[in-house]
């Protein structure tokens, strides 16, 4: 499974819900995905989301 190699964080389970007579209804079930990207990183390339990379780019530890 696709997940970024320093906080873990990968997909995730969400509801779509339609609004009917003033209730609503859950329709479908999708994943919303991270936004991994590669990046190199101590000589090595590594997958990583937008989060991590930002901060890794400013110079600070972890995410």
Same mark, same amino acid.
């Given at each position: 499974m696709r997940k970024c190699q320093i906080c873990g964080k990968s997909k995730n389970k969400a509801v =779509? $819900?339609?609004k009917l $007579?003033?209730?609503f209804n859950p329709? =479908?079930?999708y994943f919303q995905k991270a936004n991994l990207q590669l990046i190199t990183f101590n000589d090595k390339r590594i997958l990583v989301?937008?989060?991590c990379r930002r901060s890794i780019l400013?110079? =600070?530890e972890g995410c």
């Open positions: =779509k $819900r339609k $007579r003033g209730k329709v =479908k079930t989301c937008q989060d400013k110079g =600070k």
